[in-house]
């Protein structure tokens, strides 16, 4: 089986996922904050901007991965994936940046649920096929 979408999207979102991740280790040496946020704002927006990375990334990329497996067309794939992509590369650079609701997290967020639903359908529908 071979799936070079899924593959180029999980690739890049893990090296995503690695840079949020040493924002959170490296914030935590700085402020010296073992476990928690330690009462930081800030550091509680990096820590969210990495644990709402890990809460929507993995079930798209689950959803990605079947799509592609089931011989969904590519260009949607491609589109999903990038959704995905950017959307969270927006949203968490709005959730780390600000400290309400901003455009980058409305954008965000609008292009994870596009590319949630996107590839929800698209699974949905390979059973009618």
Do not use: C
């Not at 709402?52 to 497996?69: G, Q, R």
């Not at 409305?106 to 359908?121: D, H, K, N």
């Amino acid at each position: 089986m071979h799936t070079p979408i899924t593959a180029f999207y999980a690739g890049l979102l893990g090296i995503y996922l690695l840079y949020l991740s040493v924002l959170v280790v490296r914030g935590r040496f700085k402020k010296e904050i073992p476990l928690g946020d330690g009462g930081d704002f800030h550091f509680q927006q990096v820590i969210r901007a990495h644990g709402n990375f890990t809460e929507y990334t993995p079930i798209v990329l689950i959803l990605l991965f079947v799509a592609e497996v089931n011989g969904s067309n590519s260009i949607l794939l491609h589109i999903a994936g990038s959704a995905i992509l950017f959307g969270r590369f927006i949203h968490s650079f709005g959730l780390r940046r600000h400290s309400g609701p901003s455009w980058q997290r409305i954008a965000g967020m609008l292009m994870t649920f596009a590319s949630l639903l996107t590839l929800s359908v698209l699974n949905i529908l390979i059973l009618y096929r």
